[in-house]
């Protein structure tokens, strides 16, 4: 089964810090990972993916299959960068339905 | 272009009444798929369709949940006999294709069920 977990339910930094949030999985295949980003008010939707390794925001993701990890950074948050972040998984072989993390809540502070 | 639409926004429900949410998709696209999410968790599969075909509804709790898509388009999540455990956000969101597409999501129902 595939599972993906976010061990921090609340990351606070200064703005200007640098930020990481860590995202592990386990899954036998060949996963699609993904951040999904939630700002307040806002709905649910995608920051990046590690298949398209664009940089988003200033954020950045690194699939490290040796770790299976996809932990995601940035060297200096805004305070703009307060949200939920939730770190996904997708199987090809599954219909492409994605496997959330619980979820880590960035407070951004001035 | 309007994004994916839920509704109701909210509802709140006596336990043992049934309910019915309605997903809206982005015109054109192929794929809906339904998630479940608790307070304090991330969103749990339920069920998904391309176009009017329930593909996989391994997610779906238990035989008061169903959903249906009946002209590949707008869904409809029916849970009958609501349970207060039933209570969370209910997610709805739409690809392009089936395949490694983005997922567009919509604004979720939040379900109280007291």
């Known amino acids: 089964a595939q599972r993906v977990t976010q061990p921090e339910k609340l990351l606070s930094v200064f703005k200007g810090a640098p930020v990481e949030l860590k995202c592990n999985y386990s899954?036998?295949?060949?996963?699609?990972l993904f951040w999904y980003v939630q700002y307040s008010r806002q709905r649910l939707q995608l920051l990046l993916r590690?298949?398209s390794r664009e940089s988003i925001k200033g954020f950045t993701a690194d699939l490290n299959k040796g770790e299976t990890s996809f932990h995601l950074k940035k060297p200096f948050a805004q305070e703009e960068d307060s949200a939920m972040y939730y770190c996904?998984?997708?199987?090809?072989?599954?219909?492409?339905?994605?496997?959330f993390g619980g979820g880590t809540r960035l407070m951004v502070k001035p | 272009g309007a994004g994916v639409s839920q509704s109701p926004r909210y509802k709140v429900t006596k336990r043992g009444q049934d309910v019915a949410l309605r997903c809206d998709p982005i015109?054109?696209?192929?794929?809906l798929y339904w998630y479940r999410q608790a307070l304090g968790q991330g969103p749990e599969f339920l069920t998904y369709?391309?176009?009017?075909?329930?593909?996989?509804k391994s997610g779906l709790p238990n035989d008061r949940f169903s959903a249906e898509r009946p002209e590949g388009s707008i869904s409809t999540l029916t849970i009958q006999r609501t349970e207060q455990r039933d209570s969370a956000m209910y997610r709805c969101?739409?690809?392009?294709?089936?395949?490694?597409?983005?997922?567009?999501f919509g604004p979720g129902t939040r379900l109280t069920v007291t």
């Open positions: 015109s054109g696209h192929v794929s």
């Open positions: 369709f391309n176009y009017e075909a329930q593909q996989d």
């Open positions: 969101a739409s690809s392009l294709a089936a395949g490694p597409y983005e997922q567009y």
């Open positions: 590690h298949i």
């Open positions: 996904a998984l997708s199987s090809n072989n599954a219909g492409n339905m994605l496997t």
């Open positions: 899954y036998s295949g060949s996963p699609e």
